[in-house]
C-alpha cells in the first residue's frame, strides 16, 4: 500500500548523510577560522608588547630582588598561565599582606610593563573572546590531579559513610554532625590554601559548602533534622563564605559558584509544603547578595545569572501548575525587576565604551520577565496601566543612556523592551480588529519617534520592520473582507484594518523617500522600497475586494484593471522620464501583471461583451504610452 512512497523517501534517505557531512564541514572550518582568529589576535598582541618592552639596556636599571621571594615570583607566574590579569594578581597580593612595592618588582622581575594603552586593549579583548567554558577548561587544566584525586576521595569518603551507616557505626546525628564537620574542615582548608593558590584554595572552599548543602539535605529528607528555616540558613551561610572569598580574591568562578549554590538550597530543605513568599523574600536577599559582589568586584554575569535563578523558580507560576496567590508575589518581581535596571543601568553608564553584552541581555531578560508576571498575575482593570508606567521606564532609561553615553545598543534593547510593553497593553484593552488597527498605529509611528530622536535614516528604517507583524496577522482580515458570509458589510472593521495598514506602509515608505533624497541626493533602501510597494499592493487589494462586493463581477474586475493599468503606466513614464529605475520596473511589474491576468484568466471567466470593453480600454491605455514617451525623447533630444 505504501510502494508509491517509495520514489519520495529514497533521495530524503540519501540526502540526510549527506547534509550531516556538509554541517559537520561548515562547523569544522568555523572551528579553525575562530582559531586562526585567536592566535592572529594572540600574536599580535605579543608583538605590540615586545615591541613596547624594547628599551636601550643602557635606559633600563637592573631590578633589585631584594625582599622578593621566589615563592611570590612562581605565584605571579603561576597566576598569569592561567589567565589571571595583573591587577587581580596585584589586588589578591595586597589583601594578604604583601607590599606594593614588592609586588610591582616581582613583576618587573617576570616580564616588563605593559604600557596602559596595551593593557586596556588586551584586558578588553580578553574579556570579549575569552567565554566561560575556556575558563572552565583552563581551571580543570590547572592541578587536574589535585581534582581527579578530590574526586575520587569524595567517592571513597561515601562508600565509607555509606558502610559505616549500614553496620550503625555512627548513629543519625553523628553522621549529620560528621557531614557538617567534613564540610567545615574543607573550607577552612580551602581558606588556608586560597592565600597562594587561588584555584586550589577555591576548590576546596566550593567543595565544603558543597558537601554542608548535602549534609542538610540528607538531615531534612532522611531523618528530618532542622526545620525549613533553619536548613536554609546554614546553606545559605556556606554558599555566602564562598562569596566572600570570590570578593576578596575577585574569583570569577567563585561569585558564580557561590550563586549557584545559594539557587540550589530552596530545592534542598524539603519543606512540606512550599512558602512562596519566603522563597521569594530568600531569592531577593540571594539577588542583593549577587548585586553586592558585581558591584565591588565588576562580574556583571552575575546579574543575568541571578535572573535565571529568579526565572527558574518562577515557571511553576508563569505555566499555572501552582495554584498560589500570584497577586501577592507580583510586589517581589516589581522589586526584582527595579533592581535589575539600576544595576544595569548604573553598570552601563560606568562602562561606557566596554564590554557590556552581559548587562544588555540581563536589561533584555528583565523587560521580558517583568511583562510575562503582569500578564498573568495582576488585576485584569490595573494591566494596561502597569505595563505602561514600566515602559515609560524602561524608554526614558534607554533615552538617557544614549544621551549620556552615545551607544545605540542600550537603546535598542531598552527601547525593544518598551515597543513589547507597549503591544503587551494594546492586547489587554483592545480585541480582533481594532487591536490590529491599533498594532498598525502604533508601528507605523514607532519609527518616526526613532528617526526623530536619533536623526538616523537607517535605524528608523529598520524599526519600520515592526510593520511584518501587523501584515501577517491582516492576512486573516483580508480572508474574513473577501467573503461575504464572514464579513457582508461594504464598509466595515476588516475594512478599515486593510486601508490604515496600506496607508500606514505607504506614508512611511513616502516619508523615508523623501528624506533619503534630501541627505545628498542618495537611492532609496530596500527597506523604503518594500514599503511603498508593500502599501501600494494593500491598497490595490483594498480596491479588489470592495468593487467586488458593490458591483457584479465583470464590471468589478474591468475597473480594477484599468485602475491598476493607469497607475502603472504613470509610474512606468514617471520613471523613464526622471530616470528612476525603480519605478520603472515598479510599472513595467504593474502592466505586465494586468496583461497576464487578462490572457490566462479574464479571457476565459468574463462574457463577451466584457471581454471586448476590457481589451479596448486597456489597450487604448498602453498605445497611449508610445505618444508620451516619443514625446519625453523628443525634449531629451532637444534639450540636447
Not at 516589581?334 to 543601568?345: D, E, I, R, S
Amino acid at each position: 500500500m505504501l510502494y508509491f512512497l517509495i520514489p519520495i523517501l529514497i533521495p530524503i534517505l540519501i540526502s540526510i548523510p549527506i547534509l550531516i557531512v556538509i554541517i559537520f564541514i561548515i562547523l569544522f572550518n568555523l572551528r579553525n577560522r575562530v582559531g586562526r582568529l585567536e592566535n592572529l589576535i594572540f600574536k599580535e598582541l605579543k608583538k605590540v608588547k615586545t615591541e613596547s618592552n624594547y628599551e636601550p639596556q643602557s635606559q633600563q636599571p637592573a631590578p633589585q630582588t631584594s625582599n622578593i621571594t621566589e615563592s611570590l615570583i612562581s605565584y605571579i607566574k603561576q597566576q598569569l598561565k592561567v589567565g589571571s590579569s595583573k591587577e587581580e594578581i596585584k589586588t589578591t597580593l595586597i589583601n594578604n599582606g604583601w607590599q606594593e612595592i614588592d609586588i610591582e618588582k616581582a613583576f618587573n622581575l617576570v616580564f616588563a610593563p605593559i604600557p596602559q594603552n596595551i593593557k586596556q586593549d588586551k584586558v578588553i579583548i580578553e574579556e570579549k573572546e575569552k567565554s566561560s567554558l575556556d575558563e572552565f577548561i583552563e581551571w580543570l587544566k590547572e592541578d587536574w590531579l589535585m581534582k581527579l584525586g578530590g574526586l575520587l576521595l569524595i567517592i571513597g569518603f561515601g562508600w565509607f559513610t555509606t558502610y559505616a551507616f549500614l553496620n550503625n557505626w555512627i548513629g543519625p546525628m553523628g553522621r549529620i554532625a560528621f557531614g557538617l564537620i567534613i564540610g567545615s574542615l574543607f573550607i577552612l582548608f580551602g581558606w588556608w590554601r586560597i592565600r597562594t593558590y587561588i584555584n586550589q584554595g577555591g576548590f576546596f572552599i566550593v567543595l565544603g559548602s558543597t558537601a554542608i548543602l548535602i549534609t542538610m539535605f540528607a538531615a531534612r529528607q532522611l531523618y528530618n533534622f532542622f526545620d525549613p528555616l533553619s536548613a536554609i540558613i546554614i546553606m545559605f551561610l556556606s554558599a555566602a563564605f564562598v562569596a566572600l572569598a570570590s570578593v576578596k580574591y575577585n574569583n570569577r568562578a567563585l561569585a558564580l559558584a557561590s550563586l549557584i549554590l545559594a539557587g540550589i538550597a530552596p530545592l534542598l530543605t524539603n519543606a512540606p509544603k512550599t512558602n512562596y513568599v519566603g522563597l521569594f523574600s530568600y531569592l531577593f536577599v540571594m539577588t542583593l547578595g549577587g548585586i553586592w559582589i558585581v558591584f565591588l568586584t565588576g562580574r556583571r554575569e552575575l546579574t543575568a545569572a541571578a535572573l535565571l535563578i529568579i526565572l527558574f523558580y518562577s515557571l511553576p507560576h508563569l505555566f499555572k501548575l501552582v495554584r498560589s496567590d500570584r497577586e501577592i508575589l507580583l510586589p517581589f518581581i516589581y522589586a526584582f525587576a527595579a533592581l535589575f535596571f539600576l544595576t544595569n543601568t548604573i553598570g552601563i553608564l560606568k562602562l561606557r565604551n566596554k564590554y557590556i553584552v552581559p548587562d544588555i541581555v540581563t536589561a533584555g531578560g528583565n523587560g521580558l520577565f517583568l511583562i510575562a508576571w503582569i500578564m498573568i498575575a495582576a488585576k485584569e482593570e490595573w494591566k494596561s496601566l502597569i505595563i505602561s508606567s514600566w515602559m515609560i521606564v524602561f524608554l526614558v532609561g534607554g533615552f538617557l543612556i544614549f544621551k549620556i553615553t552615545q551607544r545605540r545598543e542600550p537603546f535598542y534593547v531598552y527601547c525593544g523592551v518598551g515597543i513589547a510593553m507597549l503591544a503587551a497593553a494594546t492586547s489587554v484593552e483592545l480585541k480582533g480588529a481594532t487591536l490590529m488597527i491599533a498594532y498598525t498605529i502604533e508601528s507605523g509611528i514607532i519609527p518616526l519617534i526613532t528617526y526623530f530622536i536619533l536623526k538616523d535614516i537607517k535605524i528608523a528604517q529598520k524599526t519600520s520592520l515592526l510593520l511584518i507583524i501587523p501584515m501577517y496577522f491582516s492576512l486573516n482580515n483580508i480572508d474574513l473582507y473577501r467573503h461575504r458570509y464572514t464579513d457582508p458589510n461594504l464598509i466595515s472593521e476588516n475594512f478599515f484594518v486593510i486601508l490604515i495598514l496600506g496607508l500606514v506602509l505607504l506614508g512611511l515608505g513616502l516619508f523615508f523617500l523623501r528624506r533619503t533624497y534630501q541627505i545628498n541626493n542618495e537611492k532609496p533602501s530596500e527597506i523604503n522600497i518594500g514599503l511603498l510597494v508593500a502599501g501600494s499592493i494593500y491598497l490595490y487589494i483594498l480596491l479588489w475586494l470592495f468593487l467586488h462586493k458593490g458591483f457584479e463581477n465583470e464590471i468589478a474586475t474591468t475597473i480594477c484593471l484599468v485602475v491598476y493599468t493607469i497607475v502603472g503606466i504613470i509610474s512606468y513614464i514617471y520613471g523613464f522620464s526622471n530616470q528612476k529605475r525603480v519605478l520603472q520596473i515598479y510599472g513595467g511589474l504593474i502592466v505586465g501583471f494586468v496583461v497576464l491576468r487578462l490572457l490566462l484568466i479574464d479571457i476565459w471567466k468574463m462574457e463577451l461583451t466584457g471581454r471586448i470593453i476590457t481589451f479596448f480600454l486597456i489597450g487604448a491605455l498602453l498605445i497611449s504610452t508610445a505618444f508620451l514617451t516619443n514625446r519625453k525623447k523628443e525634449q531629451k533630444s532637444y534639450n540636447v
